[in-house]
């Protein structure tokens, strides 16, 4: 069964960077054709995808972070990371790490395990 | 991006009945729709994928369709633990986007 826990500071200053770690067990992160994805839901609100890496390396961002995020892989770990930089209130949020895989087609792609979310506030 | 809109935002109903859950969005996204449920203070979980298939272990009371643009979740037969949030979310393409959620309360 594979499992994923979100860790990291759960209060960030304005205008600092946020980061993130996730750890997968019951698993390796670089093996099968995963995507290791980032979202997030700021409290009461809807979700938000913020992103993803592939096993290779391939990296998916959402445009509307407008560059300031950075997602990363340590297959050493079994961890992969989430930075995201100039941080403001708006960033406060349930920060979710899940796991992308393909439906037999080899097409259709769907998050089937997901942590259970770290809470991130920004403020001073 | 490609935009995902649910309807209702909100619904009561009572154990037992029929629950219908549209997602329409905004340029066809074939079959690559997926749905979640979420549960105050959980993770959302993976109720169905590519628009029709159940995923493993979830109840056949939820059921999918749609293909295109306009999607549907059903629940059969609503019971007491799923009284929840449900999301629907496109997998066309990233930016991946959600829609805006549908909550399921009692009546």
């Known amino acids: 069964q594979v499992q994923l826990q979100e860790s990291g500071p759960g209060l960030v200053k304005p205008s600092q960077t946020l980061s993130l770690t996730c750890t997968v067990s019951g698993g390796s992160i670089s093996s099968g054709a995963y995507y290791w994805s980032w979202i997030r839901q700021p409290a009461g609100k809807g979700l938000e995808w913020i992103g993803r890496?592939?096993?290779?390396?391939?990296?998916n961002y959402n445009p509307s972070l407008k560059g300031r995020v950075a997602i990363s892989l340590d297959t050493t770990k079994n961890q992969f990371s989430l930075q995201l930089s100039s941080v403001t209130a708006a960033d406060t949020a349930m920060y979710y790490c899940a796991r992308d895989i393909a439906a037999a087609d080899g097409w259709a792609r769907y998050l089937d395990y997901w942590g259970q979310g770290t809470l991130v506030t920004v403020s001073s | 991006d490609i935009q995902m809109t649910q309807s209702p935002s909100s619904l009561s109903a009572s154990v037992g009945d029929r629950v219908t859950i549209t997602c329409r969005a905004s340029q066809s996204v074939s079959n690559y729709l997926n749905w979640y449920q979420q549960k105050p203070g959980k993770a959302p979980k993976l109720l169905i994928y590519?628009?029709?298939s159940l995923q493993t272990g979830v109840p056949s009371r939820f059921s999918g369709s749609g293909s295109g643009t306009d999607f549907t979740l059903t629940i059969s037969s609503l019971q007491p633990e799923d009284f929840a949030t449900y999301y629907c979310q496109g997998s066309y393409g990233t930016p991946w986007t959600f829609g805006q959620g549908t909550k399921v309360e009692l009546k």
């Open positions: 590519a628009a029709s």
């Open positions: 890496i592939y096993t290779s390396g391939s990296i």
